[in-house]
């Protein structure tokens, strides 16, 4: 399988759609749980995650891998103001 960092690449380089959903699967449970500590409500934390994968998939270029992608979604969310 391949790693998460290698996924990222391959999606960048070709919008390559199984690999963001490999990603995707990955990754938002922790950031769902993340935004949910801090809002409280399953809806206001489903809205937050959608915009933070937005703004990740728009922003994608900025990710270097000095940190891990999961850290780097939960910097998105606080850059968001949520």
Do not use: C, H
């Not at 199984?18 to 938002?28: H, N, P, Q």
């Not at 998939?57 to 000095?66: H, K, V």
């Amino acid at each position: 399988m391949s790693s998460e960092l290698d996924l990222i690449r391959r999606f960048r380089k070709k919008r390559d759609e199984a690999s963001f959903r490999l990603i995707y699967r990955e990754d938002t449970p922790a950031v769902y749980r993340s935004v949910l500590r801090f809002l409280g409500s399953d809806e206001e934390a489903a809205d937050v995650v959608q915009e933070t994968w937005m703004r990740a998939i728009t922003n994608l270029t900025a990710f270097s891998g000095r940190s891990t992608f999961k850290t780097w979604l939960t910097a998105l969310i606080a850059v968001g103001k949520y």
